[in-house]
């Protein structure tokens, strides 16, 4: 049977994008639905564009109802990828979907995580502290910002003359190249 796959996005969905394009030939997995908790998200018009349904979440059905399980079950979704996304995981969501739902963090974790921590934030943060590395953590959600169990860390140098525009840009690529890997390894 063929796996289904949401992934949940705040922003411009770059990620989102490549996992996207890394599945579309897949017989066995595929990218079921786009979820944003914004409706001017660019990550939506990636997903119309690529003809895969959207849903755009409301603030009180997410935190204070079922409705989103209730259509995650309905779309017969196997796992939840968040790539880029800024709302915390409501415990009904985390406990409806166990082990079933991951995270990717644009810094080594525990370092360089937390509420706030999020895209240039991240990187700023880094370049204050003059990391010599930096990387990317994929990692399962549990109720805390960026505190699940880890699945997998990659790393890259931060070069003294580095920016934080220029950690991000090298952030990204590791993002590109491992994340639909990580996705795949979960799912088969
Ligand atoms: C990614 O770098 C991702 O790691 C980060 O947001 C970016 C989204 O980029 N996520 C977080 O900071 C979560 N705390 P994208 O929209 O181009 O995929």
Known sequence: MI???AIFASGEGSNAQNIIDYFKASK???IALVVSNKSTANVLNR???SN????????HSFFESNEVIEQLNNAKIDLIVLAGFLWLVPKNLIKAFPNK???IHPALLPKFGGKGMFGMNVHNAVIEAKEK???????FVNEEYDKGKIISQHKCIVSENDSAEDVAKKIHLLEHEFFPKVIEGLLS
Do not use: F, Y
């Not at 895969?52 to 603030?59: D, H, K, N, S």
């Not at 590395?133 to 990692?139: L, N, T």
């Open 28 to 30: 066995n997995i595929q």
């Open 101 to 103: 739902i991951v995270n």
């Open 133 to 139: 590395e930096s990387g990317i953590s994929i990692h």
């Open 3 to 5: 796996k289904n796959v």
């Open 47 to 49: 997903a119309k564009n």
């Open 52 to 59: 895969i349904p959207t849903l755009i979440l409301e603030r």
